[in-house]
């Protein structure tokens, strides 16, 4: 059974930095994608960041510039660095794993509160 559990939230005021951190239990995989969505009050999940198992990344929009993901796969663990952040970045943050192929399966953490407030 695979768990994901973030650490890393809180509030912070704009223009500040977080960093988002979640460790993945369980076996090796094989192709797989580790990723963080979020979610803000009355609104759907969005992806924010994702990186695949051999390091290629993809951002939203709205992020791209100011957040940086990254992984150790020695660890099993993924890391947002959000800087810059704004009012707007307010929400409940969640680490995702896929895999990918054979077996193919996901997975979600329990969430993160990030709240951007002066």
């Known amino acids: 059974q695979v768990q994901l559990v973030e650490s890393g939230g809180g509030l912070v005021q704009p223009g500040g930095s977080l960093r988002l951190s979640c460790a993945a239990s369980?076996?090796?995989?094989?192709?797989?994608?580790l990723g963080w969505y979020r979610q803000a009050p009355g609104k759907q999940r969005d992806l924010v960041a994702a990186?695949?198992?051999?390091?290629?990344?993809t951002y939203a929009r709205s992020v791209k510039g100011r957040f940086t993901i990254s992984r150790d796969n020695t660890k099993n663990t993924v890391a947002l660095q959000m800087n810059s952040l704004k009012p707007e970045d307010t929400a409940i943050y969640y680490c995702?794993?896929?895999?990918?192929?054979?077996?193919?399966?996901?997975?979600w953490g329990q969430g993160t509160q990030v709240t951007v407030s002066s």
């Open positions: 995702n794993l896929r895999l990918v192929g054979a077996g193919a399966a996901e997975y």
């Open positions: 369980g076996s090796r995989w094989g192709h797989n994608v």
């Open positions: 990186i695949t198992s051999d390091g290629g990344t």
